[in-house]
Structures are given as C-alpha cells and as structure tokens.
T-cell receptor, first 116, second 117 residues
Framework: AQKVTQAQTEISVVEKEDVTLDCVYE???????LFWYKQPPSGELVFLIR??????QNEISGRYSWNFQKSTSSFNFTITASQVVDSAVYFC?????????????FGKGTLLTVNP | GAVVSQHPSRVICKSGTSVKIECRSL??????MFWYRQFPKQSLMLMAT?????????EQGVEKDKFLINHASLTLSTLTVTSAHPEDSSFYIC?????????????FGPGTRLTVT
C-alpha cells in the first residue's frame, strides 16, 4: 500500500520569508505520479504540479519550486518570498499507474499561514 | 479546458432525508470519477471510484448502501447520501479522469458542503 507523509501539520511564517513544505512517500511501484495541491479557505483544490517517477528534474515556477529525490522518497515544495495569498492548506499526493485507476493517496496536509 | 462542476455547492438537510450531489465534467469525457470526503482540518479520504456504466468500487469502511454512486454517463456522476445523519456532515469533493493522453490527471470539482441538522 502507498502512503504519503507530511510531517508538518502547521507552519507560520512572516511575509517574504522562504518556506519549505516536506513530503515523503512510500510505494513499491516503480511507476507513480506525485502531485501538490493547494486548498485555500474556499475549499477548491488547486493543482500545482505533477511529476512522474521517471523524471527527477527539479522544477521552478515563479516563486514555487519542487525538489524530487527518489533516493529519499521525498518531493518537497518551496515557496520563495512568501505572500499572504499563499496562506492555505497544501497537500502532497501520490497515484500509481492505470491498474489502480490512478487513485490518489493524499498526505494529511500542511496548513501554511503567512503573516503580514 | 478540463473543468469539473459540482452541484449544489452547499446543502443543508434534515436528519433522515436523502441528498443528491452531482458531479459533471464539462469539457471532456470522464473515464473514471472519484468521490472524496473531507472533514474539517483533515485530509481528503477517497470514498469510491466509479467507471461509466459499471458499479462503483468503494473503499474499505465506506457503506455502499448509505453512499449511492451512479455514473450514468461519461460526463455525470452522482453521489446520494441516503438517510443522512449529522455525522454525514462533511465536504464532499469529486474528481474526474479522462482518457489518453493525460489519463493520469484528475480534475477536481469545487466541492459540496453538506450540513445535516
């Protein structure tokens, strides 16, 4: 069975600080997909990124960056120069291949609060 | 593209009544739809997976007679909470997965907040 662990339940930072959200996953499959989602207070999930298990390249998108390391089964997410609008719950998730219908297993989420 | 809608966005019902929530893929055909439940300050828990035209597959611990799922077409799935009770109050989120080439993508609806009084 697969598992996603987000050890940080809550993080509070001051605006403009950098913050890293940790995600550790477990799976025996060699083909899998990792995701990050943002859930603002409105509740709607916002897709941020997807990586497949064969692509370990780190990615940067504006103030967001992701560090995927298979050696440590981690897929960490960094927000640079955080802003108040970044305040939300962030979920890391894992899905396997087609045989499982690509079901998502979510971590418990990290509540990020960015204070002005 | 890849928009999923849910209706209603909020519903309040009395204990003992049934509530139906609709999930539609607006601009693509959904091979598979998923239903999640989220309690306050908790993660999303998968309730069931449904493929068009076949019975839903429920996760362990989810009562299939209580949460009826119908995936009648490639663009519509419904979740009916039967004989709702206050403990069924939750945020219900659906997602839809299309076919190739992005068959691994799930697109989420905005969620339905159910309150049972």
């Amino acid at each position: 069975a697969q598992k996603v662990t987000q050890a940080q339940t809550e993080i509070s930072v001051v605006e403009k600080e950098d913050v890293t959200l940790d995600c550790v996953y477990e799976t025996r499959d060699t083909t899998y997909y990792l995701f990050w989602y943002k859930q603002p207070p409105s509740g709607e999930l916002v897709f941020l990124i997807r990586r497949n298990s064969f692509d370990e390249q780190n990615e940067i998108s504006g103030r967001y960056s992701w560090n995927f390391q298979k050696s440590t089964s981690s897929f960490n997410f960094t927000i640079t120069a955080s802003q108040v609008v970044d305040s939300a719950v962030y979920f890391c998730a894992l899905s396997l291949g087609g045989g499982s219908n690509y079901k998502l297993t979510f971590g418990k989420g990290t509540l990020l609060t960015v204070n002005p | 593209g890849a928009v999923v809608s849910q209706h209603p966005s909020r519903v309040i019902c009395k204990s003992g009544t049934s509530v139906k929530i609709e999930c539609r893929s607006l601009d693509f055909q959904a091979t598979t739809m998923f239903w999640y439940r989220q309690f306050p300050k908790q993660s999303l828990m998968l309730m069931a997976t449904s493929n068009e035209g076949s019975k839903a597959t429920y996760e362990q611990g989810v009562e299939k007679d209580k949460f009826l799922i119908n995936h009648a077409s490639l663009t519509l799935s419904t979740l009916t909470v039967t004989s709702a009770h206050p403990e069924d109050s939750s945020f219900y989120i659906c997602s839809a997965r299309g076919g190739l080439p992005l068959s691994y993508e799930q697109y989420f609806g905005p969620g339905t907040r159910l309150t049972v009084t």
